[in-house]
């Protein structure tokens, strides 16, 4: 697995017990060190924890970073196809708390006679509010696409907006999820150029927000080595807008693109349209794959969000993991004894 280390540290206040223990012969210290746990998807670290008495250090084996959460990423999937159908196994099994898609929902022209035959029979258990015809859908809703061009064929994506209740104007928006902002764009049309209000929206938001992870999710790629290639339009500047990562689709491949001093990119289109290839690989490509169908899973704490590609026979493509430091104050608690 990949590690790339961010620079925005962030404190994390730990309380700790030190019992102060008198008696006749003198002063013991005694610590009691109570293991916080994080639930999947955390995994162990070693954290130093300091006592400024001079009775006690020691390195504590133990979670101490809050519980984080996992969402899924799947991309130009919905054809009702097998190939859909073991993806969406796959997301179920990796038990997301939210579900992202990059685009390209409902083949072939975004019709409202197929869209429900194309996504809530996959993923109801995501989406709410749900009235279609498989089963009662979600208590709340999990379910965060985005637009792609084959969406949009139909009344000007209206089946769409139609299907999904979302926020803001529904084609593009943005929400929070836990320790993630993230920004959904509708990159088709006219609204990718960088002049446009859409870019004006991105920037505004992206620069204010004080969110610990920020991702921009859209289905026009910036970069990608496929068959419809790089979207010049869509290259804007979000590193300096303060965004960790960016998730594309319109390609259907998995690819992992890292420009140096730039945010990460991924390609993710292998949610069961179909798979292209890759006629000219572009400058700054780090991983490409397109043996199968798959999903990303991406694993979110305060110190660490984890991208994987995971292909549906459960092989795990691609790893690698962005980090951002976390400074750990410990602030010991003191009791008197009684003698």
């Not at 836990?178 to 992206?206: C, G, K, M, P």
Request: glycine letters at 8%.
């Amino acid at each position: 697995m990949q590690i790339i280390n961010l620079s925005r540290p962030v404190v994390l206040l730990i309380a700790g017990l030190v019992g102060l223990l008198v008696s006749s012969v003198g002063v013991k210290s005694v610590l009691a060190s109570a293991n916080v746990l994080i639930p999947e998807p955390g995994r162990p670290k070693r954290i130093p924890a300091y006592f400024d008495n001079n009775f006690y250090q020691e390195n504590v084996d133990s979670d101490l970073l809050p519980p984080g959460f996992r969402f899924a990423v799947i991309g130009d999937y919905g054809d009702n196809s097998q190939a859909e159908a073991d993806v969406a196994d796959l997301v179920k099994d990796l038990a997301p708390d939210i579900v992202i898609t990059t685009g390209d929902n409902n083949y072939p022209d975004g019709a409202a006679e197929t869209i429900d035959i194309n996504i809530g029979q996959y993923y109801s258990d995501f989406i709410f509010p749900y009235d279609g015809d498989y089963g009662p859908g979600a208590l709340e809703n999990r379910f965060f696409p985005s637009l792609g061009n084959h969406d949009w064929v139909t009344d000007n994506a209206q089946p769409y907006l139609d299907y999904f209740t979302l926020p803001g104007n529904e084609r593009y928006y943005d929400f929070k999820w836990d320790l993630v902002h993230f920004f959904v764009l509708d990159s088709d049309s006219y609204l990718y150029r960088s002049d446009e209000v859409q870019a004006d929206w991105l920037e505004t938001n992206l620069t204010s927000s004080e969110s610990r992870w920020k991702i921009v999710v859209t289905h026009y790629p910036p970069y990608s080595s496929s068959h419809h290639g790089s979207k010049a339009g869509m290259q804007w500047p979000y590193v300096d807008w303060g965004a960790d990562a960016l998730l594309a689709g319109h390609d259907h491949t998995y690819e992992r693109i890292s420009p140096p001093g730039d945010i990460l990119y991924f390609v993710n289109g292998l949610g069961g349209r179909s798979i292209y290839g890759f006629p000219s690989i572009i400058e700054d490509s780090q991983v490409r794959y397109n043996e199968d169908y798959g999903a990303m899973l991406v694993e979110v704490n305060l110190g660490e969000m984890r991208f994987q590609f995971i292909n549906r026979q459960g092989e795990i493509i691609d790893d690698i993991s962005l980090e951002k430091p976390v400074e750990y104050q410990y602030i010991p608690i003191l009791l008197q004894a009684n003698p």
